[in-house]
């Protein structure tokens, strides 16, 4: 059995031989790992455009939509939920045994109080990747490749993950998607939503843009409320006492 340890080494180091060499490369990779637009913007676009799409049993094909976006939610949840209950895993960027030289425009301290295994990034994509490959074998592999080349390989590169991070996060991300859509396909609630959007189309399709776009960028601002807010509970409770 192969050594992942060895070959995380491998992958990031040869990656890492680049770091430097041109600043403005540098520079444009962190902007692609950064953009929301190059993520899941492009991702969005597609279900929406699927959501309007004339052709066939569109109650059916929405339904179908609800449920990938569902799946790829429990995906980002389950990716989550086991980078708290599994040991902690320090990214390239700051593992003790890796001379890693940061790419320009990447701040030593980035992600160093969160474990980097799986990488929920590649959990959400590659979930979204599956759902679109059931609905297009050919548009699902390219979906997959752009997950690959533009949100795997970039973090990769930057320091933020190793390659185990990124194929984990993947198997997890298509795993959960392919068993929601399975055991969900007999459930009543996609048909219900769709129904509702139909009666109350206004309301609908402000919730769904706000759901899809707090989706694209992986719920991010909602989690920084919520850690604050947190916080913030806290020091109230430790200065009442």
Same mark, same amino acid.
Do not use: C, M, N
């Given at each position: 059995m192969p050594d992942i340890t060895a070959l995380d080494r491998l992958g990031v180091e040869f990656l890492n031989q680049f770091s430097r060499s041109d600043p403005s490369f540098d520079q444009l990779v962190v902007d692609i790992a950064d953009s929301a637009l190059l993520k899941g913007g492009l991702f969005m676009a597609y279900f929406w455009w699927l959501w309007f799409r004339p052709e066939g049993d569109s109650a059916k094909r929405r339904s179908g939509i609800l449920l990938s976006l569902a799946g790829a939610i429990l995906a980002? %949840? !389950?990716?989550?939920? +086991?980078?708290?209950?599994?040991?902690?895993?320090?990214?390239?960027?700051?593992?003790?045994?890796?001379?890693?030289?940061?790419?320009?425009?990447?701040?030593p301290?980035?992600?160093?109080?969160?474990?980097s295994f799986p990488s929920d990034h590649a959990a959400l994509f590659f979930a979204l990747s599956a759902?679109?490959?059931?609905?297009?074998?050919?548009?699902?592999?390219? %979906? !997959?490749?752009?997950? +690959?080349?533009?949100?795997?390989l970039p973090r990769i590169y930057l320091g933020y993950h190793y390659p185990s991070d990124v194929l984990a996060g993947a198997l997890l991300g298509i795993g959960v998607t392919m068993v929601t859509l399975r055991l969900a396909r007999s459930s009543r609630w996609p048909g219900r939503v769709v129904t509702w959007s139909q009666a109350h189309q206004m309301a609908f399709y402000c919730l769904a843009f706000l759901?899809?776009?707090?989706?694209?960028?992986?719920?991010?601002?909602?989690?920084?409320l919520a850690q604050d807010g947190i916080q913030v509970l806290r020091s109230v409770a430790i200065a009442a006492e």
């Open positions: 980002v %949840a !389950a990716a989550r939920v +086991l980078q708290r209950l599994l040991p902690s895993h320090d990214r390239p960027l700051h593992a003790a045994d890796l001379a890693f030289l940061p790419p320009v425009g990447v701040k301290e980035t992600l160093s109080d969160w474990s759902a679109i490959w059931v609905q297009s074998r050919s548009l699902g592999a390219l %979906a !997959a490749i752009w997950g +690959l080349l533009v949100i795997g759901g899809t776009y707090e989706l694209t960028i992986l719920f991010y601002d909602l989690r920084a």
